[in-house]
Structure formats: structure tokens, C-alpha cells
């Protein structure tokens, strides 16, 4: 496992949903009662997030956790 490809994935699906949303990073970042800037970063893949972080990403935009990872093993 990559976990480098790990945490662009996951960054690159929260991006998704959060655009589904129609939300800006700002936005998610103050529904999630995180910095913008940590969403970016995540965005971005440089984060390994917590398990408490992941959940308050997933809620802030509406979905469950498992949403989050929906395109692990995907290809």
C-alpha cells in the first residue's frame, strides 16, 4: 500500500464531494470546526488525518465516513 496514493485519493474525493456540495473550503472548514487551511492540505494529499477529523469532514458535507473512502479499491 502507498500511503502516499492513499492521501491523494482521499484528498482528491473529498474535493469531490465537497464541490457536489457546493461548498468552498472555507465553508467546509468552518462546518467541520477546522483551520481552511488543514482542508487544503487534505485536499492537497499532505495530511494523515485522524479518525476524528475523517468523521467531522464526512458530516460536514453530509455523508458517512465510508463515503469518504468509496473509491478504495477502485480503479
Known amino acids: 500500500m502507498n ?3 492513499v492521501k491523494q ?7 469531490e464531494l ?4 457546493g461548498l ?3 465553508e467546509l472548514a ?4 477546522l ?3 488543514y482542508v487544503g492540505s487534505v485536499e492537497r494529499g499532505e495530511r494523515n488525518l485522524s479518525l476524528e477529523n475523517v468523521c467531522r469532514l464526512a ?3 453530509g455523508v458517512s465516513p465510508a463515503e469518504l ?3 478504495w479499491g477502485k480503479r
Do not use: H, L, M
Not at 9 to 15: A, E, I, L, Y
Not at 18 to 21: D, E, G, S, T
Not at 30 to 33: V, Y
Open 3 to 5: 500511503i502516499e496514493r
Open 9 to 15: 485519493q482521499f484528498g482528491n474525493r473529498v474535493r
Open 18 to 21: 465537497r464541490y457536489a456540495a
Open 24 to 26: 468552498t473550503q472555507e
Open 30 to 33: 468552518d462546518k467541520a470546526e
Open 35 to 37: 483551520d481552511r487551511s
Open 59 to 61: 458530516e460536514a458535507i
Open 69 to 71: 473512502f468509496s473509491w
